[in-house]
């Protein structure tokens, strides 16, 4: 059920880590809500595996005994620095490839959209 209250914006389809689309994707995918298990499995033999095990391994301890709001605050948390880190990244890099002079006109407005709309 958490993972269906998240709100990744998953109209955005430049959403801002792989990881994140992945999970953005799995969310709208969902036939109905997966236990703990079969999200893991959900991500078995994809790029993102890993960090999806390391996530959930990290995640678990400290989760245990909260409360439905508590966890779905921690992962609205989690979803919101990632996007944040995600905009950073993309601004410093367009940026950076400005000041290189090797951006083009959609860089550029790129560049303009990510200003506009900070988060």
């Excluded at 914006?9 to 036939?31: C, H, T």
């Excluded at 921690?74 to 620095?81: A, E, I, S, Y």
């Excluded at 000041?99 to 900070?118: K, N, T, V």
């Amino acid at each position: 059920e958490l993972v269906h209250t998240a709100h990744p914006d998953p109209s955005d389809g430049d959403l801002a880590a792989p990881v994140l689309a992945a999970v953005a994707d799995f969310i709208r995918s969902a036939v109905e809500p997966p236990n703990l298990a079969g999200f893991i499995e959900g991500f078995r033999d994809s790029p993102h595996e890993r960090a999806i095990e390391r996530a959930v391994r990290r995640a678990i301890p400290a989760l245990q005994g909260s409360e439905q709001a508590e966890l779905a605050e921690v992962l609205q948390d989690g979803l919101n620095r990632l996007a944040r880190q995600g905009y950073e990244r993309d601004l410093k890099a367009l940026i950076e490839k400005e000041q290189r002079g090797e951006a083009d006109e959609q860089d550029r407005q790129r560049l303009r959209e990510l200003l506009m709309h900070r988060p």
